[in-house]
């Protein structure tokens, strides 16, 4: 039986984070139940993981895709922010598909989708971006932490 995860990614920055998502569709040990956005822009983050998922293949489109955080729960200022919040992503943002060829995003913020999906206790999160999202739901319902079987991170 495939392990159910959820990839939390800021994705669009540059290749890492859209080869990882590639790498989980063609696993068939892992079955994608979702993905959250996080950090800056997060609403054209979904719009590039949502463009992956068509791009993948009809079978992977309909995949949840949840706007999660754009801040940081950081105490000391991010620099260059400003960067990051302008209505595209510099590198990525004009290969997405337009919105209306793509099944739109989940309408949970990121923190309940994580919430709702990880509630079964059989869903590992996969952080590969700021973990804002996953310590978000922590802090929004902290008895989350005792039906998550691990969490599987890359982080900086």
């Known amino acids: 039986m495939a392990q159910k995860i959820i990839?939390?990614?800021d994705i669009g920055d540059d290749i890492d984070d859209a080869l990882a998502l590639g790498l989980i569709l063609g696993c068939?040990?892992?079955e994608l139940v979702g993905v959250t956005t996080v950090f800056a822009n997060v609403v054209a983050r979904a719009r590039q993981a949502r463009t992956v998922l068509k791009v993948a293949?009809?079978?992977?489109?309909?995949?949840?895709?949840?706007?999660?955080c754009g801040?940081?729960?950081a105490s000391r200022?991010?620099?260059?922010?400003?960067?990051?919040?302008?209505d595209a992503l510099p590198n990525q943002d004009s290969t997405c598909l337009p919105e209306s060829e793509l099944h739109p995003a989940d309408k949970r913020h990121g923190i309940d989708f994580l919430l709702e999906e990880l509630a079964p206790g059989d869903v590992i999160p996969v952080t590969i971006g700021a973990m804002?999202?996953?310590?978000s739901a922590?802090?929004?319902d902290w008895r989350i932490t005792r039906r998550i079987p691990k969490i599987v991170c890359m982080a900086a």
């Not at 293949?57 to 999660?68: C, Q, R, T």
């Not at 200022?77 to 919040?85: E, F, Q, R, S, V």
């Not at 804002?132 to 310590?135: H, K, P, Q, S, V």
């Open 7 to 9: 990839l939390d990614t």
């Open 28 to 30: 068939p040990e892992l």
């Open 57 to 68: 293949g009809e079978k992977f489109a309909s995949i949840p895709v949840s706007v999660g």
């Open 71 to 73: 801040g940081s729960m």
């Open 77 to 86: 200022p991010l620099h260059n922010i400003k960067d990051y919040l302008a």
């Open 132 to 135: 804002t999202n996953l310590a």
């Open 138 to 140: 922590f802090v929004k």
